[in-house]
């Protein structure tokens, strides 16, 4: 199903990347920081999730481009859905950071992690992909759908301290169909920076096998921008970008939030005919209520309001 991503290089190298960084930093974090009190503070935390439960309910305003490469945006509003029980989540797509702020290898649909050593902790989980409809924009006409389908996430995260995380994932197409595999690393900040106010930034960088990107930059010869030749990607890398996110919580219940983010097509994706701007940015904004107890990382100031 990676289509002998042995041969795909670029892919591979975010891989590797990812996962020889995983143990070194591991090491690193062992070496460099007070395990035991680590140790047993992610054990009193594991244990705290154990017949726990706590669900979000919201919406948010959102404005991106209409496909990744588009020179037009898209403003849309979208409901905010997540609930946890014990280890398992399951959310929509921007609620599960809301739930979870602090967690990194959580992704959305339904999902869990485990902690590996201190500081080390992995993340497994499946999701709907929406795929993507021709109809979604008028540079997209002639080209196939990208079929809905379901996709299976591997996620690590290393705590490179308080504040900071480094992560990596990989993602499959269970279906077969052509939504490929893809490969991302990260590294995030986040903090309260006042009483019931957090904060957090990061850069990434992903990359796709060949058929994935095929089904989001290949053209179709004859098709709007595909020309009379068409484009084949090969697999690579696909995209670099940053982002920063900033909520207040209103009550030991309410929230409000703001994301902003930014990012650029390279290598193949790049080159597609079918990307016309390169650079991209998104921003959303929106509020959610809660139940039933505040998330750990407001801290006792925001659960006293």
Not at 94 to 123: I, M, N, R
Not at 288 to 304: V, Y
Request: charged share 15%.
């Amino acid at each position: 199903m990676f289509e002998s991503m042995a041969r795909l290089p670029s892919l591979m190298s975010v891989v590797a990347l990812s996962t020889t960084l995983g143990v070194p930093l591991s090491l690193w974090a062992q070496t460099n920081s007070p395990n035991v009190g680590q140790a047993a503070a992610e054990t009193d935390a594991d244990s705290a999730l154990q017949g726990s439960w706590k669900y979000l309910i919201g919406g948010t305003v959102l404005s991106a481009p209409e496909y990744s490469g588009s020179d037009r945006h898209a403003t849309e509003v979208r409901e905010l859905l997540a609930i946890r029980v014990g280890r398992w989540r399951l959310s929509t797509s921007q609620a599960g950071p809301l739930l979870d702020f602090a967690s990194t290898t959580l992704g959305p649909g339904a999902s869990t992690q485990f902690s590996l050593v201190p500081g080390l902790k992995l993340g497994v989980g499946l999701r709907l992909d929406n795929g993507r409809r021709s109809s979604t924009s008028a540079y997209l006409l002639g080209q196939p759908e990208v079929r809905r389908t379901v996709r299976a996430r591997v996620a690590l995260s290393q705590s490179l301290g308080e504040h900071w995380n480094l992560g990596a994932n990989v993602s499959v197409d269970l279906l077969g169909r052509g939504g490929g595999a893809t490969a991302g690393a990260d590294i995030g900040w986040r903090t309260e920076i006042a009483p019931g106010w957090e904060a957090g930034v990061g850069a990434g960088i992903t990359g796709g096998n060949r058929t994935h990107m095929q089904s989001l930059f290949g053209a179709v010869p004859g098709s709007a921008l595909g020309g009379p030749t068409g484009y084949s990607p090969a697999s690579g890398l696909q995209q670099v970008g940053a982002s920063a996110n900033m909520r207040y919580a209103l009550s030991p219940q309410w929230l409000v939030f703001g994301t902003l983010q930014a990012g650029r097509l390279v290598g193949e994706a790049a080159r597609s005919p079918l990307t016309l701007q390169r650079n991209s940015w998104g921003v959303g904004a929106g509020v959610a209520w809660r139940c039933c107890a505040p998330s750990p990382a407001l801290g006792p100031a925001a659960a006293a309001r």
